[in-house]
């Protein structure tokens, strides 16, 4: 039987197609403006890919920011639960993940078992997600790609105290009028990008091992800057983007079958 | 719940309209309050319509000169709505000392909107020993004296008269809360908690035709519950409500949506506001404030140091709840103080629960949503 799973996030959309529990087919596209085309994209894109029809699906579970607005027949489950169930498929010991996205950064404690025990999420504010790294790789004119691995670089981190975007956004112009190095800065907000998620993340019981998930794993300084913090390796999937999604398609495969 | 329901749903949504149409309807004041502690049967002794005055979905403009961010939405919104004319059918203002913040916005207040009438209710901090009983009293007579001055003799009579009103008041409200706790399906936490709120907006005698009539209608459906209200509260999952001021009807519609109710709670504007009778017997004014000392405490009082944790958990075992969301206002010291040790007591029970940052007004929606629609997927593991 085939299942899928999308999640609409604020900046992506993640598609994964699931036959007999093995993932045939991922998608993932810029979300836009309009949530709704972007999750029927996304759902069509991993369709051709696994070279089947959206009759063959027997159940799809959509989740993200946008799960309310897709026009195709899913169920809705929020981003939190099907991250931890994506999670938990692929790392069957995680007891903490993190997850990063555009808009959203989240902090969640498993059980022995992969359920959710508690979670944090952020609120109205951009500090600690890939908004966040955008504005400021933007400020510090480096390819968002290149930024993360650039704060590797530095051996004397700036001090970037402000935890607001736009403020940590003018503290940086400080810095760099101050003289201070691209590497440096960049290493600083990094620093301070973890500093924040591991607050918030204080907030729940947070256990070893340690999964990172969305879009900012990609970068390597959140990543490092976050072993800082937290005194311990955090474990990147191979696709961070997809976890959600896989979750999602995992979630409606175990509720046909408990149907 | 029926018709006669929409009435307090309608002041429940519309408190300023109500008001000002009582105000227009009846020549009599208005008195604001901010604090389910206000003695508001002295207020409808004199005459006046007691107004429970809250933040609301008002954007900040004037207020944000008086009042910095660090203070909670309740008093900037309030503030706003008082400066920009909103609340411009109020007479006057009666402030009870709890929190900083509301202490110093009386300040601001009586300054900046010039009001005829404005008191401050000084409460003592610690509700432990006789001196701080007899002080709440001395300030209660002051309280009265400055009334009487505005508004004229308050008799004790006319006192007896309005305690045995809002009597009624809270023993309604309250077999609502019964009948919820026996039967959370017979009406939605909306509407229920609208109704505690109607009663804090309303003349209170109209407001006690309301409720009475409403009460008949759920007894003549208990039993039928599956027909009982428009919310299809059947199956949903009980929860038990904490914090102080709560009236975003909106977020309670994306819980009820999500699958869970609020059976019972100990919000300022639910439980706490109509718990316990004043003594219609002895002296009025020492009745009215043995109430106020016996009633469940704000945290911004004092009386044993894990009363309120020892208090949430019995009436949360009481009320039959699954789990319990706290919905504090951000910068509410008061309640973040007490809220990790009211978490642990409750962790050690087992009892799951889920913190909701409030925010009057400016509540990001989506992010609750997510907050809410999680916590109930946790509660069901469906996963």
Redesign the interface.
């Known amino acids: 039987m085939i299942f899928a799973g999308v999640d609409i996030g604020s900046l992506t959309a993640k598609a994964v197609i699931l036959s007999e529990s093995r993932v045939i087919a991922e998608s993932i596209l810029s979300t836009g403006h309009n949530s709704r085309l972007a999750s029927r994209k996304a759902l069509d894109e991993a369709l051709d890919l696994a070279g089947i029809r959206e009759e063959q699906i027997e159940r799809i579970v959509a989740t993200g ?1 946008g799960r309310l607005s897709v026009d195709f027949p899913a169920e ?6 099907c991250h ?2 994506g999670v938990h498929s692929l790392f069957p010991d995680v007891k903490t993940m993190i997850d990063m996205g555009g808009q ?1 950064s989240k902090a969640i404690a498993l059980g022995d078992d992969g ?3 508690d ?1 944090v ?1 952020n ?2 504010c951009a500090a600690g997600t890939g908004r966040f790294l955008e504005v400021m790789a933007r400020a510090l004119e480096v390819a968002l790609t290149e930024f993360g691995s650039l704060s590797l670089e530095s051996k004397n981190p700036a001090r970037i105290s402000s935890v607001c975007t736009v403020f940590a956004e003018s503290e940086v112009v400080s810095r760099i009028a101050e003289g201070a190095s691209k590497v440096d800065i960049a290493a600083g907000i990094h620093s301070a990008v973890a500093s924040r998620i591991y607050a918030m993340a204080m907030r729940i019981p947070v256990r070893e091992p340690i999964v990172m998930t969305g879009g900012v794993a990609f970068n390597m300084g959140v990543q490092r800057a976050l072993e800082e913090r937290f005194g311990t390796e955090i474990i990147i999937p191979e696709k961070p983007q997809h976890t959600g999604a896989l ?1 999602a398609a995992l ?1 409606a495969e ?2 046909a079958k408990s149907a | 719940m029926g018709n006669e329901i929409s009435k307090t749903r309608e002041a429940a949504a519309n408190p300023t309209e109500y008001a000002r149409e009582w105000k227009k309807r009846t020549g009599r004041p208005v008195i604001g309050y901010f604090c389910s502690y206000a003695p508001v049967e002295m207020i409808h002794a004199a005459g006046a319509l007691p107004f429970r005055i809250t933040g609301g979905d008002r954007e900040i403009a004037r207020s944000g000169a008086h009042l910095q961010q660090y203070c909670c939405s309740l008093a900037r919104t309030a503030l706003e709505g008082g400066l920009s004319g909103e609340l411009d059918f109020l007479d006057g203002t009666i402030f009870t000392h709890t929190c900083d913040t509301m202490q110093r916005l009386s300040d601001i207040w009586r300054r900046e909107l010039g009001l005829p009438f404005h008191a401050d209710f000084i409460l003592p901090v610690r509700f432990s020993c006789e001196l701080a009983f007899k002080y709440m009293l001395e300030e209660l007579k002051d309280l009265r004296s400055k009334l009487e001055l505005f508004l004229g003799e308050v008799s004790n009579e006319n006192l007896r008269g309005s305690i045995e009103i809002y009597n009624k008041n809270r023993k309604l409200l309250s077999e609502l809360y019964d009948m919820r706790v026996a039967s959370p399906a017979l009406v939605s936490c909306r509407d229920s908690l609208m109704c505690v709120y109607s009663s804090m907006i309303m003349d209170v005698d109209e407001n006690n035709a309301f409720l009475g009539k409403a009460l008949e209608d759920l007894r003549s459906k208990e039993g039928n519950e599956s027909c009982a209200d428009d919310y299809g509260n059947v199956g949903k999952i009980p929860l038990f409500g904490s914090g102080s001021v709560m009236n975003d009807w909106e977020v309670l519609r994306i819980l009820e949506e999500a699958g869970g109710t609020i059976v019972d709670d100990d919000f300022c504007t639910g439980r706490r506001y109509f718990e316990g009778c004043v003594s219609p017997e002895g002296e009025p004014m020492l009745s009215i404030v043995k109430r106020i000392w016996e009633r469940d405490i704000c945290p911004c009082k004092h009386r044993l140091l894990d009363e309120r944790a020892k208090r949430l958990v019995l009436q949360m075992e009481r009320s039959r709840a699954n789990g319990v969301l706290f919905f504090l206002l951000k910068f509410c010291d008061p309640h973040f103080f007490d809220f990790p040790y009211v978490v642990r007591a409750l962790e050690n029970r087992g009892v799951p629960s889920l913190l909701l940052e409030m925010e009057q007004g400016s509540v990001s929606i989506e992010n609750i949503r997510t907050r809410i629609e999680a916590f109930m997927e946790t509660m069901r593991e469906c996963h």
């Open positions: 920011y809705k489950v929020t981003e939190i639960t931890a169930k959203d359920r959710v025990i979670f999420m609120e109205k979750g979630i175990s509720r």
